[in-house]
């Protein structure tokens, strides 16, 4: 459907091991374990949107580096998967579209996209209902 999403995404090394339902800063400890890094060394790519201040606050405080794009999480998502970018994880809402294309890329690659949709009203709820989504805010991989 053509709404938000919350998204997370890891390449294959955190692969498997990450929730979406985990605050953060766990996410942020797994991914460092997974790919052997430190905390400090872990780069986490959010989009520059008001509506992410607080996961950026939030990265920050825990010791990770916060790298912010503007637009495309596609491209962002999907660099957590592939060597040499320096990303280790992808989170923030966006678009859920994108989520699907993302996903497909990021499974492909032996990385891991979990995803919610965010429904921002009644209308968007039927929609999801109307596709077969009892629980329109069910964790989605």
Known sequence: PDMYMEKIAVGPKAA??????????????????????????????V?????????????RAKGARVKLFGDGDVGASIATALPGTGIDLFV??????????????????????????????????????EMGLEDPRQLLM
């Not at 990450?18 to 797994?30: C, F, Q």
């Not at 492909?108 to 996209?113: A, D, I, K, Q, S």
């Open 47 to 59: 989009q520059e949107r008001e509506r992410h201040q607080d996961i950026i606050d939030r990265v």
């Open 92 to 129: 923030g809402i966006g678009g859920a579209p994108e989520g699907v294309i993302s996903a497909a890329a990021l499974k492909c690659l032996e990385g891991e996209m979990q995803a919610r949709l965010v429904p921002m009203n009644e209308e968007e709820e039927a929609r999801c209902r």
């Open 16 to 45: 498997g091991k990450i929730s979406l339902d985990d605050p953060i800063e766990k996410t942020i400890e797994i991914v460092a374990e997974a790919n052997n890094k430190k905390i400090r060394d872990l780069t986490v790519i």
